[in-house]
């Protein structure tokens, strides 16, 4: 793994990484494994495992965890580009799988993800695993808590519904169902859910997390990173991904703060 000083974000490879395919909700894709203790499902970011997706990867196994990182989309290893990213965006704007722009909807792919939360929990100790969800799939980790093995949750950037409207912006990117299940298992201190965005993000609406927020009440925590103009950590407008591409760590910024308090959540929650 490596970083650059202030100029880059941490970054790694897959050496070292154990690719197995998985079959859960009818549904099968390569998971990559690495580490030993507790588990932690890193579900990636548009437009897949990048080398940045990975740096995080590789920060939560040398916290001590075990960490797998399913492959739903996108080419592992492949480093992110403008052509990369926009074809990864239409095959998943298309798909019925992910349901980029529903409403109230349950996706799919989260049933997938679920059975592989479930697969990890079974073999790995600790209290439950944890489920980490960037950008488009920021989400996927907020319903993944419907499963009794998921007991903490981590919405980084949550996309989608894409939020185009108002219905979108509010939408918390599960079912009314699926909601009340987690909602429920929150209230009787089963799950905890940690969010975190850029001020100035306008992808990942600060209405989202106050829906989540007004069902789960103390049991969702919201970590909010100041990229208004003339900000401490110079964050652009555009700053998006707040535990890869925004991480800095020398010297560390807020967004490495951030990535701090997650591993310090995950710890909590699962031991």
């Known amino acids: ?19 197995t395919p998985f079959t859960g909700a009818r549904t099968t894709y390569d998971c990559y494994e690495k580490g030993s203790g507790p588990g932690v499902v890193l ?10 997706v990975l740096g995080l990867a590789e920060h939560l196994v040398a916290a001590g965890f075990t960490v797998v990182v ?13 052509g990369y990213l926009i074809r990864t965006v239409l095959r998943l704007c298309v798909s019925s799988e992910f349901r980029a722009f529903a409403t109230n909807a349950h996706r799919p792919i989260t049933d997938y993800l679920r059975a592989v939360a479930s697969d990890v929990a079974s073999r790995t100790p600790g209290k439950g695993v944890g489920v980490i969800g960037q950008c488009f799939t920021g989400g996927f980790a ?4 419907i499963d009794d093995s998921v007991a903490a949750s981590v919405l980084s950037q949550p996309a989608a519904p894409f ?14 169902e699926d909601f009340d299940r987690i ?17 100035e993000d306008s992808s990942v609406p600060r209405a989202r997390f106050d829906t989540i927020k007004a069902r789960l009440g103390d049991a969702f925590e919201i970590i909010q990173l100041d990229s208004s103009p003339g900000n401490p950590d110079g964050y652009s407008k555009s700053a998006h991904s707040v535990l890869t591409r925004e991480v800095r760590e020398n010297p560390a910024n807020s967004a490495s ?15």
């Open 257 to 271: 703060a951030a990535r701090d308090r997650v591993v310090a959540f995950l710890r909590e929650r699962i031991g």
């Open 183 to 199: 909602a429920a298992r929150a209230s009787a201190g089963e799950v905890c859910a940690l969010g975190l965005r850029f001020s």
């Open 142 to 145: 907020l319903a993944a808590a």
């Open 163 to 176: 939020p185009l409207g108002r219905a979108r912006q509010l939408d918390p990117g599960v079912s009314p």
């Open 70 to 82: 399913p492959s739903p989309f996108g080419d592992p290893g492949r480093a992110s580009s403008g």
């Open 43 to 52: 579900i990636p970011e548009i437009p897949g495992i990048t080398p940045e």
């Open 1 to 19: 793994m490596a970083a650059e000083g202030t100029r880059s974000a941490p970054v790694a490879h897959l050496t070292g990484w154990v690719r």
